[in-house]
């Protein structure tokens, strides 16, 4: 799996692994139960599905595994696990069409019970993954946009973030796959709330 992340590395190689059904192995080993698979070893199938969905073609593929990156970002103690398995939803929720739409709503429920407990953490690094992965699937798509607008829970949450001034705001959330959430998460949260206020044509 480590051979795998470490090819993903390049642009090329991302197109051949998909087409090769990495995506499909990682797959059925994320559909196994929690205490078979060793944390190391979700630790890098989730860094490396992290990479892969940045990929436009891994899309589809990758949101037939949501269930199941979601229970880890509700279950995993291993921050790492949590953060990859959030940074692979962030990066496939954008820009999503009408098919795409329904297969993330159709997970709604447990997507925002993880978002809920990302924004409440006291780690900061969790609180910038959840609000980017809010900012990444409202872009462009009015169906979630709408979902999160009546979501007065989790609209109380962004707004107590947006509120806070936090000792080494500025410090970006990374990850073992080497992504990178640049903007404070105070920042993020104002753009986010900007948005979903913003009156649509």
């Excluded at 078979?36 to 070893?41: D, I, M, P, T």
């Excluded at 073609?57 to 949101?63: R, S």
């Excluded at 798509?141 to 500025?170: C, G, H, M, W």
Aim: charged share 25%.
């Amino acid at each position: 799996m480590s051979t795998i992340r470490n090819l993903a590395s390049s642009d090329e190689n991302k197109t051949i692994i998909i087409k090769e059904g990495a995506i499909y192995r990682i797959g059925e080993l994320l559909r196994l139960e929690d205490d078979v698979l060793s944390e190391s070893v979700k630790n890098e199938m989730t860094a490396c599905l992290a990479v892969l969905a940045l990929v436009e073609g891994a899309k589809a593929q990758i949101l037939k595994l949501l269930k199941y990156l979601i229970r880890l970002c509700l279950s995993s103690q291993d921050g790492d696990i949590t953060s990859n398995s959030a940074f692979t939803i962030g990066n496939c929720v954008v820009d999503l069409n009408e098919r795409e739409t329904q297969m993330f709503l159709h997970h709604w429920q447990n997507f925002r019970k993880y978002i809920a407990k990302f924004i409440s953490s006291s780690d900061t690094s969790l609180r910038h993954i959840a609000v980017w992965t809010l900012v990444q699937c409202i872009s462009g798509n009015e169906k979630v946009r709408e979902k999160l607008s009546d979501d007065k829970e989790l609209l109380r949450l962004i707004e107590a973030v947006s509120n806070k001034t936090l000792p080494n705001s500025r410090e970006v959330a990374a990850t073992s796959s080497g992504l990178i959430v640049e903007n404070s998460v105070e920042e993020l949260s104002q753009t986010l709330l900007h948005e979903l206020q913003s009156p649509r044509e």
